[in-house]
């Protein structure tokens, strides 16, 4: 009885072996097939940086995964993605799909989401929307009306990203408020920080139909929707 407790148990082993080896090969081939398509062009995505400048703001950064180039081994220096200050820190890091469109564009396709939500235009504009720029230029921001079918396109890229503070604040803002620059930049205000609010903690891309989970260095903790 033992002997072929023993055998089962070896066949086992040696199943859960296979499964695992064949699963580590699809990993790998869908890596492959994942990078292949990003070195083709076929797969565009951005590095979305956030930071906490100080005590001040908490800044972030968007730009091309192609602006990093790929190094010849793991003890490479690397490139900067962000330009740091004394007191600043990286806080988070995530993967945005690519999306190419102007600032009239992206500030048109925000004005006809809010309007179809119901909510309130802000006057302030939006992150990466309200910079100055000059007459004339590629980033000045022109009067726009999006077709029907250019909102759709865009709709279907769009992302959501969650900003929590330490205090216990959050916020959901669309992903086309970050515009894409390139890397090395100081970045553009992502949240407020202010005595309410507290330090940025972390940003990432969420779904609508996401849970997230926050908790405290006291050991409590809250699981709600996004």
Do not use: W
């Not at 820190?89 to 690519?98: C, D, E, G, M, N």
């Not at 890397?183 to 309410?196: D, E, F, L, P, Y």
């Amino acid at each position: 009885m033992g002997q072929f407790i023993e055998q089962g148990f070896l066949l086992f082993l040696e199943h859960a072996r296979r499964l695992r080896y064949e699963g580590h090969r699809r990993l790998d081939q869908h890596r492959r097939e994942h990078l292949a398509l990003l070195h083709q062009g076929a797969l565009q995505l951005d590095l979305f940086l956030a930071l906490l400048r100080g005590l001040l703001t908490g800044q972030c950064i968007r730009f091309p995964v192609t602006d990093v180039r790929v190094f010849k081994g793991r003890d490479s220096m690397g490139v900067r993605g962000i330009n740091l200050g004394a007191e600043d820190t990286v806080i988070s890091l995530a993967i945005l799909r690519h999306v190419e469109a102007s600032p009239a564009e992206r500030e048109a396709y925000l004005k006809m989401r809010r309007a179809i939500a119901g909510e309130a235009v802000e006057e302030t504009g939006a992150p990466g929307l309200d910079e100055t720029v000059e007459e004339g230029s590629e980033e000045a921001i022109a009067p726009a009306q999006l077709p029907q079918d250019r909102y759709v396109e865009m709709s279907l890229g769009e992302q959501v990203i969650l900003c929590v503070s330490s205090n216990g604040y959050g916020k959901r803002t669309s992903s086309y408020e970050y515009r894409i620059t390139g890397r090395g930049g100081k970045g553009i205000t992502a949240m407020t920080v202010n005595r309410r609010n507290g330090p940025l903690v972390a940003a990432l891309p969420v779904e609508h139909g996401d849970e997230i989970m926050l908790v405290t260095n006291g050991g409590q903790l809250i699981r709600c929707p996004v």
